[in-house]
Each structure stands twice: as structure tokens, then as C-alpha cells.
């Protein structure tokens, strides 16, 4: 069936791209000015404010709509904490790797979420996909070799901000991303949950659960901090995000510079930007399709490293253009190219339904309708 152009859709795939571009600006700021010593503080902070975002709109919800009625509710909490927990854990290893990691390196990084998930989403949701799709992950898989080899090797033209094993910390964040992202869509194929309910829950969630993870900072290669210190930590960090210039910013146990004044700026537009790009992706892979959220993620890509590379929007963090940046922009747009351009149309095994059904327990509808049948996060 034909179907008209839907020229909202189109608008809400264009703000995406912008938000996100922002995003990923914002967060290279935002974890600068924070350095590695405040990082847990500052994935709590924006974690917080992501979950008053939310909740904010779910309590609305609950007072004035049905959208989230009884049996909505009653969806079970132990999911919303497993969902937490890999949310968490991915954000984690984003704070604590993206430090020493270069935004252009981010970002690409970043594209292997598009294999881990097609991994999971062939193993829990028996998704199968074509010649095409493989081909467009093996060049995006590509991309990101031709971008980390040279660090890796020491073999690049000019100095580097990498640290090896902040790469390779953030490198692990796409795998719990995807596993998170594979269940979500599992969730939402079967069960008719509200987003900003799922959000909200599952955020709060994260909130709690990502505090198993402090350990972890005791270690050299997660930014070296003495539990004892935790409580200091918060205290300056809370200093740093106000703006206090006297809080010295660490990457390591070396002082690279000072908190400054912008650090609350681009904080707040951080995690603004954040919440905004990952309610519209929602609601573009809803209304749309996840070919069409992959679109506007493959268009987002090379703007984003532009971006990296204007030194009116990154001032002294400017990073340069190196052809080696080329050549691996261009592997992997090509890459989400290919796999945009020739969907699969054919559909999950039944069973992962029937068993999802299952686990309702009657509480939830199963949903029917076509649209629903596409992959809620991708």
C-alpha cells in the first residue's frame, strides 16, 4: 500500500540528527571539564537529570492520560533493573573511556553497536538478515579498524589524545549497549509498554544499580581513585559543576587544568540533548521504521566528526582532519548506507513471541499491529 509522506516524521528525523550532533558535542565537553577523577559523579549527575526529564512527563501521564495504565504497571520490575544494569554499565565505561578518547574515535567506535546488536538480535529475537546487511557491517567494522589501528601502532602523522587503554575501555561499551537495546526490543514487540514509562523506570533503575561499578574506579585503568576519596569526589565534583575554578580537573593523577565556568553549560546541554535524541529515535523507529533511524544515524555521523574539526564549536579542543579520519568516515557511512538501502523483510521466529507472551502472564496485549513488528531501538 502506497503510503503519503509524512512530513512530521521528516522533521523529527532532522531534529534527531541535529540533537545528536549537539550530543556528542557535549559530551566530549562535558567529560573534559569533568576529567577522569569526577567521572562517577558526573554519570550519576546526568543520569539524575535524565530521570527528572522523564519523570516529569510520566507523572503527567499518570494524572491527566491512560497511557500507562494498571497492567502496564504491573510489567515486571526485575526487567527494569536488567535493563539498568546493562545501561549502566555501558555508561560507565563510555565516562570512564571516552576521557582519554578522541570524539572522532567515539563516534566510530561507537558504529559496532550496529554488529552486536544484529549478534543478540539473531540469538534472542531470531532475527535473520541478508547478503547486504552483512556486507554493510563488515564495512563499517572497517571503518573503525582503519580509525584504531593507527593509534594502536603509533604509526599517525599527528600527536594523539588516545590512551590505549581508555580505548579499549570505551570499545566495551557497545557491547551491554546492545544487549540492553536487544531487550528493549523484545519488550516492545511484545508487550504494549508506554516509552516514557520504560524510560523512566528503567533510568531510576540505572540510578541505583550503577553504584555496584565504584569499585572499579580503585583501579589505575579506571581513573585510580581510593574508595575513601568517593565522598571528596562527590563533594568537588559538585564544586566542578557549578563552576569553581579552584577544583582541579585530573586525567589520571596528573592535574591537566582547572573547572571552569562552562563546565555547568555543557553539562546541562549534555544531557538536555541526550534525553531529546533518544525520545525521538523512539518515536522515529515507532512511527517510521528502523531503516529510516538508521538513515538519519548514518547522516549524523560525518557531521558529527565535522564538527569535531571547527574550532568554533570545539575551540582549543579542535581536532584535526586527518585522511586516515577520511578514509574510515567513509567506510562506515558506506557501511550504514548498504544496510539502510536493503531492508529484510522477513520477520523474527514466532516463538520469541509466544514465549514473551508467556512471561505477561496475561497482564499485557500482545501487539499485532505491522508497525510494531520493526525494531523499536536499534
Known amino acids: 500500500?502506497?503510503?503519503?509522506?509524512?512530513?512530521?516524521?521528516?522533521?523529527?528525523?532532522?531534529?534527531?540528527?541535529?540533537?545528536?550532533?549537539?550530543?556528542?558535542?557535549?559530551?566530549?565537553?562535558?567529560?573534559?571539564?569533568?576529567?577522569?577523577?569526577?567521572?562517577?559523579?558526573?554519570?550519576?549527575?546526568?543520569?539524575?537529570?535524565?530521570?527528572?526529564?522523564?519523570?516529569?512527563?510520566?507523572?503527567?501521564?499518570?494524572?491527566?492520560?491512560?497511557?500507562?495504565?494498571?497492567?502496564?504497571?504491573?510489567?515486571?520490575?526485575?526487567?527494569?533493573?536488567?535493563?539498568?544494569?546493562?545501561d549502566g554499565f555501558a555508561d560507565f565505561l563510555t565516562s570512564v573511556g571516552g576521557v582519554s578518547t578522541s570524539g572522532e574515535l567515539q563516534v566510530l567506535i561507537g558504529q559496532t553497536t550496529l554488529l552486536w546488536t544484529m549478534l543478540f538480535g539473531f540469538t534472542i529475537l531470531g532475527a535473520r538478515y541478508n547478503r547486504e546487511q552483512l556486507g554493510g557491517t563488515l564495512l563499517i567494522l572497517i571503518g573503525v579498524a582503519v580509525a584504531i589501528v593507527p593509534d594502536f601502532t603509533g604509526?599517525?602523522?599527528?600527536?594523539?589524545?588516545?590512551?590505549?587503554?581508555?580505548?579499549?575501555?570505551?570499545?566495551?561499551?557497545?557491547l551491554p549497549t546492545s544487549l540492553a537495546y536487544t531487550l528493549k526490543e523484545k519488550y516492545f514487540k511484545s508487550h504494549k509498554i508506554d516509552v516514557f514509562w520504560l524510560t523512566t523506570m528503567v533510568s531510576w533503575s540505572q540510578l541505583a544499580i550503577t553504584w555496584v561499578f565504584v569499585p572499579l574506579l580503585a583501579l589505575k585503568y579506571f581513573g585510580g581513585t581510593p574508595l575513601s576519596d568517593i565522598p571528596s569526589v562527590f563533594?568537588?565534583?559538585?564544586?566542578?559543576?557549578?563552576?569553581?575554578?579552584?577544583?582541579?580537573?585530573?586525567d589520571g593523577d596528573k592535574i591537566i587544568g582547572y573547572c571552569g565556568a562552562h563546565v555547568p553549560l555543557y553539562t546541562m546541554l549534555f544531557s538536555v540533548t541526550g534525553f531529546i535524541t533518544g525520545i525521538c529515535s523512539l518515536y522515529i523507529v515507532s512511527h517510521g521504521s528502523a531503516m529510516l533511524n538508521l538513515i538519519g544515524s548514518a547522516i549524523q555521523l560525518p557531521l558529527t566528526n565535522l564538527s569535531y574539526c571547527i574550532p568554533a564549536f570545539m575551540g582549543k579542543d579542535t581536532e584535526s582532519f586527518s585522511p586516515t579520519d577520511l578514509a574510515a568516515l567513509?567506510?562506515?557511512?558506506?557501511?550504514?548506507?548498504?544496510?539502510?538501502?536493503?531492508?529484510?523483510?522477513?520477520?523474527?521466529?514466532?516463538?520469541?513471541?509466544?514465549?514473551?507472551?508467556d512471561e505477561c502472564e496475561g497482564k499485557c496485549e500482545e501487539t499485532h499491529d505491522e508497525e510494531n513488528h520493526q525494531p523499536l531501538i536499534n
Open 330 to 357: 567513509i567506510w562506515v557511512l558506506a557501511g550504514f548506507l548498504l544496510y539502510s538501502l536493503f531492508p529484510n523483510e522477513s520477520e523474527p521466529a514466532e516463538g520469541n513471541n509466544d514465549e514473551n507472551q
Open 1 to 86: 500500500m502506497e503510503r503519503r509522506t509524512d512530513w512530521k516524521l521528516i522533521a523529527i528525523v532532522a531534529f534527531m540528527i541535529l540533537s545528536g550532533v549537539v550530543c556528542q558535542l557535549m559530551r566530549k565537553r562535558a567529560y573534559d571539564g569533568f576529567g577522569t577523577k569526577y567521572t562517577f559523579f558526573r554519570q550519576q549527575l546526568t543520569n539524575l537529570l535524565y530521570n527528572c526529564y522523564a519523570s516529569v512527563i510520566v507523572i503527567y501521564k499518570l494524572s491527566f492520560t491512560n497511557d500507562i495504565p494498571k497492567e502496564m504497571r504491573q510489567f515486571p520490575l526485575w526487567k527494569f533493573a536488567m535493563l539498568g544494569f546493562f
Open 155 to 174: 604509526n599517525t602523522s599527528q600527536p594523539t589524545k588516545n590512551v590505549w587503554y581508555s580505548v579499549l575501555i570505551f570499545a566495551m561499551n557497545p
Open 235 to 250: 563533594r568537588d565534583g559538585a564544586k566542578c559543576f557549578i563552576g569553581d575554578s579552584s577544583i582541579p580537573v585530573y
